[in-house]
């Protein structure tokens, strides 16, 4: 009887444990849904009580309520100025990663900062620092950190999993500008993953770190946070949270602290720390400091801020530290003087496809004899852009522009573009190049404005449109250009009829400037259409055409492709100013970029004509392309 009564006991005792582990195993696996996935977070409005809590615990001033606002207005006005575009990477565990790049208008050496949101946050907060830094002169990535904004992820990983995502954006970085310098500026829990990927094998190009209030330890702040945010006491459930997040999202929250990481860093780093921080205590930012191995190291304590308000809360003090700290990297020249782009009004359509005839395989026709009808306030004096904003069906308009060689990018393109214009269908056919139907048209072309993936200056164009109807105007104009060094007048108009997504064609008028039309002027029209092909103007949608007339004919080689006949009519084609490299047997224009940077002991400076280069075995430049 005694044994029976033990064994039930036992067995009760058993059962009382697995249901206490069995609820300790649940609770911590509910607490890291609640605490890194904001879907989960969503359902259990999570996030509501994070930014009560948040915002609870920050300073509320005027001072800091009104150069919060300034700040918002800043990054409104750097949004319309800058012609951002978003890229993507994978990671190595195959989540897409997006961020917004802004580069300034000629890229090549000049310095990168890379923008890291705090915890549960967005790339779009740090858009009014990414301002400050862009009018300084540098070039600008803002990553949506993983499971974060748009970017993919099961967990948000505290900045230790980040470290290894901010290191492929470093890398794509890279790829384009082997020598870039760059800085990496993060906020609360960005900061923290700054300072961990500093004190791992970084790349020499990263050259300081700005860390605004970085979380020293992510166990210890979850460990005060469980009570403050979900209203549980600690009663080792971090514990099992941490052993289900090993299991589920494949790291120990343990090693998401910047305190064990710091003290292999050699980058030179910046601490920066609200005294009223309720969030992060201010002391986090002394042990950090003290446990950084960076010789080069300072700390600024803002009085009067709370978590992330130093910048609110004397902007001018901050961002004088910020620039003095990392002044070696700041280019002599932070005035961008290349041109001034304008986001103007949706314009109407002026053009009338009326008077237009059928396509019959020209690519392009004739405007009013070729003669553009630009007015006489239509002719701008300098370099400067306007793009129209997107209509309400999201379709481009007119782009006006002053092109010269201050706007002309003295790179290729890098970037991939992965914004899709409307209009924009698949469709492949094997006997267009490359096969793929549509290209994303700029208005105003690369090679000229140096724009790279604005979506007001992207319209959805056949291949056709694109190679044999836009580019031989194009290049027109950056001949002219490159040879003279004066100015084009250009104005693009998509045409679209009623309310289709897709253009029917495209209106191209351009006039040389200072010689007043003399040396270049055309008015065309270029149909945006494919021979093979039939298009849905209204939807983008395609098939192949029933009529193979055109096809063969294009595949043959015989449509008329005339291109600009006369548009370059009174530009001397006869001798010329050439510099001349008289080792690596390159001729350039006078104008040239690469001539003027030529030693002089290879520098020969010679009137003749382009041909009698040639045969003397000279060969032309590859970016002024005389």
């Known amino acids: 009887m005694e044994k029976t009564k033990s064994g039930l006991k036992t067995k009760i005792l058993l059962i009382a444990i697995i249901a206490v582990f069995v609820i300790y195993c649940v609770i911590g696996n509910i607490i890291v849904s609640a605490a890194l996935v904001p879907d989960f977070m969503r359902k259990l409005e999570a996030f509501d009580r994070v930014t009560e809590q948040s915002y609870s615990e920050m300073i509320q001033t005027d001072e800091i309520t009104e150069n919060t606002k300034a700040a918002r207005e800043e990054a409104k006005a750097f949004l319309e100025k800058s012609d951002g575009f978003k890229v993507k990477t994978e990671s190595a565990d195959g989540y897409e990663l997006i961020a917004s790049v802004f580069k300034q208008k000629k890229p090549k050496g000049k310095p990168w900062v890379i923008m890291l949101h705090g915890y549960t946050g967005w790339k779009e907060e740090m858009y009014h620092y990414a301002a400050r830094y862009y009018d300084r002169g540098f070039n600008v990535l803002c990553p949506d950190l993983r499971c974060q904004g748009e970017s993919d992820g099961d967990f948000i990983g505290m900045g230790w999993t980040d470290r290894e995502d901010v290191l492929l954006w470093i890398s794509k970085i890279l790829e384009s500008y082997p020598k870039a310098k760059i800085v990496l500026h993060g906020e609360s829990m960005g900061a923290s993953c700054a300072l961990m990927l500093s004190g791992s094998d970084v790349p020499k190009n990263v050259k300081f770190v700005i860390s605004d209030c970085a979380l020293e330890d992510s166990m210890a702040m979850f460990k005060k946070q469980l009570k403050d945010w979900f209203s549980l006491p600690d009663l080792g459930f971090i514990g099992s949270a941490r052993l289900w997040l090993k299991i589920r999202g494949g790291y120990d929250l343990k090693d998401a602290a910047a305190i064990n990481e710091v003290g292999k860093s050699k980058v030179p780093t910046l601490f920066i720390h609200g005294d009223k921080d309720k969030i992060v205590p201010v002391k986090a930012a002394s042990e950090l400091y003290e446990a950084c191995g960076a010789a080069e190291k300072e700390l600024m304590i803002v009085e009067g801020a709370g978590h992330a308000q130093s910048c609110y809360k004397d902007p001018e003090a901050y961002y004088d530290k910020i620039f003095e700290f990392i002044e070696p990297v700041i280019p002599k020249e932070t005035k961008e003087t290349a041109k001034e782009t304008k986001v103007e009004p949706t314009a109407k359509n002026t053009f009338s496809l009326d008077n237009i005839p059928k396509y019959t395989g020209t690519p392009f026709v004739y405007i009013n004899d070729n003669k553009p009808e630009f007015k006489k306030k239509d002719i701008w004096k300098r370099p400067q852009e306007s793009l129209s904003q997107l209509d309400e069906l999201g379709r481009c308009g007119v782009a006006l522009s002053c092109i010269g060689r201050e706007t002309m990018p003295e790179e290729d393109r890098d970037f991939r573009v992965e914004f899709k214009p409307t209009g924009w269908a698949y469709g492949r056919y094997d006997f267009i190049e490359g096969e793929n139907l549509y290209n994303r048209c700029h208005?105003?072309?690369?090679?000229?404005?140096?724009?790279?993936?604005?979506?007001?200056?992207?319209?959805?164009?056949?291949?056709?449109?694109?190679?044999?109807?836009?580019?031989?105007?194009?290049?027109?104009?950056?001949?002219?250009?490159?040879?003279?060094?004066?100015?084009?007048?250009?104005?693009?108009?998509?045409?679209?009829?009623?309310?289709?997504?897709?253009?029917?064609?495209?209106?191209?008028?351009?006039?040389?400037?200072?010689?007043?039309?003399?040396?270049?002027?055309?008015?065309?029209?270029?149909?945006?259409?494919?021979?093979?092909?039939?298009?849905?103007?209204?939807?983008?949608?395609?098939?192949?055409?029933?009529?193979?007339?055109?096809?063969?004919?294009?595949?043959?080689?015989?449509?008329?492709?005339?291109?600009?006949?006369?548009?370059?009519?009174?530009?001397d084609p006869g001798k010329l100013t050439y510099v001349l490299n008289t080792k690596s047997m390159k001729f350039h224009y006078a104008g040239c970029k690469n001539a003027e940077e030529m030693s002089a002991d290879k520098k020969k400076t010679e009137k003749t004509t382009r041909k009698d280069l040639l045969e003397r075995g000279y060969e032309p430049c590859g970016w002024c392309k005389p």
Do not use: W
């Not at 002027?521 to 039939?534: E, L, M, T, W």
């Not at 098939?543 to 492709?561: D, I, R, V």
């Open 443 to 571: 208005l105003i072309g690369y090679q000229l404005s140096g724009n790279e993936a604005v979506e007001r200056n992207l319209m959805t164009g056949t291949r056709y449109l694109n190679v044999e109807g836009m580019l031989p105007f194009e290049n027109a104009i950056a001949s002219y250009v490159r040879m003279t060094g004066n100015h084009v007048m250009y104005r693009v108009e998509p045409v679209f009829k009623g309310d289709e997504l897709l253009a029917r064609g495209v209106h191209l008028e351009a006039r040389s400037v200072e010689d007043k039309g003399r040396g270049l002027a055309f008015n065309v029209f270029c149909y945006n259409v494919q021979p093979g092909v039939k298009v849905d103007y209204a939807s983008g949608e395609n098939k192949p055409a029933k009529s193979k007339k055109l096809l063969k004919k294009y595949q043959a080689g015989k449509l008329n492709t005339e291109i600009v006949t006369d548009s370059m009519k009174d530009v």
